[in-house]
């Protein structure tokens, strides 16, 4: 069956539609945005659960020493490949960010943790509405085999500052696998390099006043290799994230009522 319909609709030059099920057909892109170093064991299995429908996959290379890119493309030979230059999994996110086409974004690890089939859910909350789908393993229907209590504790903490001082409502936080509207990119001005990447995007979305939808997401160990992620280190990283944006924001607030108190003193309108 062809992945492609073209609804008919007399008189109108219609639009390619990508069937996703029996259900539901989309017509925007959708680009599937893959960081990975020395991850040739595992994208086998990441590849094999991505749906056919997608538009484009973007691995960016971190540099690795094995045959990541023999590998991918090998698994997909339209595969787009992208060498990252600097380091760090924010650097490598927002290179394939940058490199990627389509108008729908899907965030997707490389350590075969995410189930590709979980993307029809994000993607259908995305043409539902939303600005912004945000992966949670601890939304109703989520869940995950990977984290120790000590990484659960420090996300439940650090989920519940963002909530307090943002206003969110978020049941996870420092989770990779999101989707959103290549729009967000605008609103969102990502600048940082490491893994509280996730985070900063959290916090931004909210603050850009985007409709962000959780999606209950179930997280797999590791298939091979050793993660680096640190989570003391990390942690910390995130918190630091956390307390810079606070900052930004009261500044933001304190600047927007200095110059409202200036008009009013000179007698001009708001």
């Known amino acids: 069956m062809s992945s492609s319909v073209r609804p008919a609709i007399p008189g109108k030059d219609a639009l390619p539609y990508r069937l996703i099920s029996t259900h539901l057909a989309i017509a925007p892109p959708v680009s599937v945005v893959i960081p990975a170093m020395n991850e040739a064991e595992n ?17 960016v290379d971190g540099n690795s020493t094995d045959d990541t890119v023999r590998v991918a493309r090998e698994l997909r030979p339209d595969v787009k490949v992208v060498k990252q230059r600097g380091t760090g999994k924010g650097d490598a996110l927002i290179t394939g960010f940058a490199a990627s086409t389509g108008d729908i974004i899907v965030m997707v690890d490389a350590d075969g ?3 590709g089939e979980e993307i029809v859910s994000y993607v259908s909350a995305l043409v539902s509405g ?21 990484r659960k504790l420090g996300n439940h903490v650090l989920c519940a500052v963002v909530n ?13 696998y999101n989707a959103f509207w290549r ?17 900063l995007m959290n916090i931004r979305v909210v603050k850009a006043g985007l409709k962000v939808q959780e999606i209950p997401s179930h997280e797999y160990l590791r298939i091979h290799g050793t993660s680096n992620l640190r989570a003391v280190r990390d942690g910390l ?3 630091r994230v956390i307390l810079k944006e ?25």
């Open 237 to 239: 990283r995130v918190l």
């Open 43 to 59: 994208l086998p299995y990441v590849f094999k659960t991505l749906p056919d429908w997608i538009h484009e996959v973007v691995l």
């Open 246 to 270: 606070r900052s930004s924001r009261r500044a933001l607030r304190l600047r927007t009522r200095t110059a409202a108190e200036l008009r009013a003193g000179r007698g001009v309108a708001p």
């Open 183 to 199: 729009h967000c990119l605008d609103q969102i001005d990502l600048d940082c390099t490491g893994f509280e990447v996730e985070t």
């Open 130 to 150: 939303a600005d912004f789908a945000k992966g949670s393993r601890f939304a109703n229907g989520g869940g995950t085999d990977d984290m120790t209590p000590i």
């Open 164 to 176: 307090a001082k943002f206003g969110a409502r978020y049941t996870d936080l420092c989770y990779g």
């Open 113 to 115: 943790s995410a189930d």
